[in-house]
């Protein structure tokens, strides 16, 4: 897919989302693996996704921006914050003593259920729209 493609969908996200102010940066990491991707937060409204490729199927890299789009949607309207080390995250006004680095801990966080939820959907109101 090219770089393009990803910057369209990224705003179909951000009006999907409701997310307006946020100001989404995509880079591309060859040390990462082809599927894997993650959002960083830095300051105000100003996230960097880095993706492994887009050298992938389209919805699957549509799949992958619908989640890290979703995480940005967290961080800007449900006061999500990512807390490592044993320290605690919040989100939706509650605290998580969540080890971010125990696997099953982490995937079963309320926020990436979320994201996982969010990926068909989105992607199929894209393709659908
Ligand atoms: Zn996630």
Redesign the pocket.
Known sequence: MKMKECKKFVNFCKTYLNVPKAKVKIKIDKEFHAEDA??HHKKGHKYIITLGSIDLMDNFVYMILA??M??VKQFELDGLELYYKGRKSRFNGQIYDIDLDNDSEYFSAP??VE??INEVPITYYYNNR
Do not use: N
């Open positions: 993650c959002v989640h890290e979703t995480h926020w990436e994201a996982r």
